[in-house]
């Protein structure tokens, strides 16, 4: 299988540009989902830049499942358990009991993920430079 580490980053830097423009447009459910997305593919890139691939979307099982020598600080843990919780309820109005994910999630929430998003590409930029 070819190794595509660089198709993941850019893709990645662009769900991270559509975060940051979903915020602007007041989509923030959209928002947080292209975060966890930008997240999710920088993280893919990486396994991909060590060699390996990962299969699912689970951010914090993906940060626990790289090497040792490449395990990134707490906060990032952190991050991706965040960002985890976005995967789904960013979508689906049966993630709650009435409403839309439209009348869930507010700037907040959405300016929230896309930092956390960019500490993730930011940490997998350092190590695929390496």
């Known amino acids: 299988m070819p190794r595509r580490v660089e198709d993941w ?4 830097e ?9 915020v602007d447009t007041g989509d923030f459910e959209w928002s947080c ?11 893919k890139a990486l396994f991909q830049h060590l060699g390996g691939e990962f299969f699912g979307h689970s951010l914090l099982k993906m940060l626990h499942e790289l090497p040792d020598n490449v395990k990134p600080e707490e906060a990032l843990f952190e991050a991706g358990i965040d960002l985890d919780k976005l995967y789904i309820p960013t979508r689906y109005p049966n993630s709650f009991d009435w409403g839309a994910p439209l009348d869930y999630f507010k700037v907040e929430d959405a300016e929230k993920a896309v930092k956390d998003a960019e500490r993730i590409l930011s940490f997998v930029r350092s190590k695929v430079s390496e």
């Open 9 to 12: 980053i850019r893709q990645a």
């Open 14 to 22: 662009k769900d991270l540009q559509h975060a940051k423009n979903s």
């Open 33 to 43: 989902f292209a975060a966890q997305q930008a997240a999710e593919k920088a993280l």
